[in-house]
C-alpha cells in the first residue's frame, strides 16, 4: 500500500444533488441532454431526473468526504463503523473512491 495514496483528500463537486433519507444517500443525476429534451417533447415519458441510492458502506464514505478528512481518516470512520470492513480497507476504499472520481465524477481530488 502506498502511504501516500492514505494522504489523499477529496471533496463532492460543485452542483452534485445528493440527499440523505434514513440514513442513506440518493444521488441525483439530470437527465437534460438534448436528445432526451427532444424526446419529451414529442411525448416520450423520461423523468427529468434519475437516483441512484448507495448502500450503507457507500452512504457512510460518501458522508466523511468533505474536503479536509484524508482517506486514512474516512477508513478509520469505516472500521469504527463496520468492523468486517477491516479486511482489505484501504484498498477497497481507494477503488471506491476512484469509482466515485473517475466513472461517477461526484467528487473530485483537492489539491
Do not use: C
Not at 4 to 20: M, Q, T
Not at 68 to 93: C, D, H, P, W
Amino acid at each position: 500500500m502506498d502511504e501516500s495514496a492514505l494522504n489523499l483528500v477529496f471533496r463532492k463537486k460543485d452542483g452534485l444533488l445528493y440527499e440523505e433519507k434514513e440514513g442513506r444517500i440518493f444521488v441525483h443525476k439530470l437527465q437534460d441532454r438534448k436528445i432526451q429534451r427532444g424526446l419529451r417533447k414529442i411525448g416520450i415519458r423520461i423523468p427529468e431526473k434519475s437516483s441512484m441510492e448507495l448502500d450503507a458502506y457507500g452512504s457512510l464514505v460518501f458522508k466523511e468526504i468533505d474536503g479536509v478528512k484524508t482517506v486514512r481518516e474516512i477508513g478509520v470512520a469505516l472500521s469504527n463503523e463496520y468492523e468486517e470492513s477491516q479486511e482489505f480497507l484501504y484498498e477497497r476504499l481507494l477503488l471506491y473512491l476512484n469509482h466515485l472520481d473517475k466513472v461517477e465524477k461526484w467528487i473530485e481530488l483537492v489539491e
